[in-house]
């Protein structure tokens, strides 16, 4: 073991008397009151202007603050050359004192002493490598979430909110590569993971399987700990069919166990004012719920299918009505599903819940989709037969036509097909891609991207092509259901105040 240390601190004892000496380090937050933490990187995110986000510890503030410790100097005199070189370089250009200094002139000299030490010492060893204790050290600062209040804000203003289904690790992953608001582990998954012909066949435990799946890509280490990653999204899951009907204690009960088991923010529940109790109860807990109104898929059965909702005016009154109830229950967002876009805004913009449209136009407040449709993955027989519909092609002579038809009808202003980045890393030997050049990873990022600008520059959904209409006196029928209900009239005036 070395003596050297002690040998200093004996000298310095000798030197200074009993008088101890508390030197203002320049590596510790800790030294000043006006040292703080910051960031030693900035993460890509679309934080609305005048939201200040969450400083990070600087890894080398947190390391040299944790490792270092500056020996005290002398007060009446300069530290001999052979003491200045056991105590290290923070003793060198300290000047000598006079009887008449005080501790704090002392103090500031030597601090300015050691931090032009350390920078001499990073100006000639520019790249040091670290060891394995400070590599330990240097953690790097947990990642920024986006949360219920950083939505709330987006609302307030004008932002549109970006929320994409996952299902899988693979989809997790793809939802951290662009700004994604929300991410839904929705019970569409039965559809188009699973196979199933409508949502009500997902069990609870499905639904966990698939949630952990999604928090591993999303969550994962290394996308964490990288400077460039998005904030991550706000995640929910769906309450699948029947865990929440038989009672208020049974579904309280499954709701815990889904966000235990998950790590998910919260859950999304079908209905109305029948789920209005059980949303009162969660929301007094703190657990954030978000509710569904309009076209619900766990009661395909009861609407006689897919079909758009609240096209006439007792209709699109009773989604109305719904959402203020789901709101002052303690929804935070609402998802209203295949309504007409008038109904839609008129909801947005007389309840501060946030609202979030899938197949709703673009007057929400934010937009959702589901991530295999957004893609165009198969999710159906139905892209088999329409491949199989031509008996007499082959399907080399398929590719060969889909080739011909790529290069010759393409528009002039269609985006490029995205290629894979060059540094992908590559398969083991035995596999063979039968997409080169492309991939489906790199359309599915691309595809992710393109999605979150579309949101934000409110160029997706098109209320012409992509929107649902209501005939024109059904709508001013609705305006007077509204305006002829004095309980909703007075709701209305105390939102406006």
Not at 205 to 233: E, F, K, W
Request: hydrophobic letters at 40%; one cysteine or more.
């Amino acid at each position: 073991m070395s003596t050297a240390p002690s040998l200093a601190r004996r000298h310095l004892r000798n030197l200074v008397g009993r008088t101890l000496v508390p030197l203002a380090c320049p590596s510790c937050s800790a030294s000043s009151p006006s040292s703080s933490f910051h960031t030693a990187s900035a993460r890509r995110s679309a934080w609305p202007a005048g939201t200040a986000g969450s400083e990070d510890a600087d890894p080398d503030h947190v390391h040299h603050a944790r490792t270092r410790r500056q020996p005290r100097p002398s007060t009446s005199q300069q530290s001999p050359p052979s003491l200045r070189n056991r105590a290290g370089p923070a003793m060198e250009n300290i000047p000598p004192s006079s009887s008449s200094s005080s501790l704090a002139d002392l103090a500031a000299a030597s601090s300015a002493a050691a931090a032009d030490a350390k920078g001499k010492a990073r100006q000639s060893s520019p790249s040091p490598s670290p060891s394995p204790s400070s590599s330990a050290s240097r953690l790097p600062p947990p990642p920024r979430r986006k949360t219920i209040a950083y939505l709330q804000k987006m609302k307030h203003e004008g932002t549109k909110v970006a929320c994409l289904t996952a299902y899988d690790y693979p989809t997790g992953l793809s939802m951290r590569y662009a700004d994604v608001d929300l991410c839904l582990v929705g019970d569409s998954l039965a559809n188009v993971a699973l196979g199933h012909s409508t949502t009500q066949p997902l069990s609870l435990d499905a639904i966990i399987h698939h949630a952990q799946a999604v928090q591993r890509g999303l969550n994962s280490a290394i996308l964490l700990a990288h400077d460039a990653t998005p904030a991550a999204p706000l995640v929910f899951a769906d309450m699948p069919f029947g865990t929440f009907v038989s009672s208020d204690q049974s579904a309280v009960d499954n709701v815990v166990r889904l966000m235990q088991q998950t790590g998910v923010d919260g859950v999304k529940i079908e209905g109305a004012e029948e789920v209005l109790p059980l949303i009162r109860r969660l929301t007094s807990f703190g657990i954030p719920v978000m509710g569904h109104l309009g076209l619900q898929p766990q009661r395909v059965g009861a609407t006689s299918g897919y079909r758009v909702q609240g096209k006439s005016a007792r209709q699109a009154h009773d989604i109305f009505r719904a959402a203020q109830q789901l709101e002052r229950a303690g929804c935070f967002a609402i998802v209203l599903e295949c309504i007409p876009n008038k109904l839609a805004k008129y909801i947005s913009d007389h309840i501060d819940a946030i609202t979030i449209g899938i197949g709703a136009g673009s007057g929400t407040d934010g937009q959702v989709l589901v991530v295999s449709d957004m893609m165009g993955e198969l999710t159906s027989p139905a892209h088999i037969l329409a491949g199989l519909a031509d008996d007499a092609q082959t399907p080399a002579a398929a590719a060969a036509a889909a080739a011909a038809t790529t290069s010759a009808e393409m528009p002039n202003d269609a985006p490029p097909m995205p290629l894979p980045h060059a540094d992908t890393p590559s398969p083991p030997k035995f596999v063979r891609s039968f997409v080169k050049p492309f991939s489906l990873g790199a359309m599915r990022l691309a595809a992710v991207q393109a999605y979150v600008d579309a949101v934000r520059d409110q160029s997706f959904p098109d209320d012409d092509s992509e929107g649902y209409k209501i005939k024109s006196d059904e709508w001013r029928a609705f305006i007077d259901l509204v305006e002829s209900s004095p309980a909703e009239s007075e709701a209305r005036s105390s939102h406006d105040a």
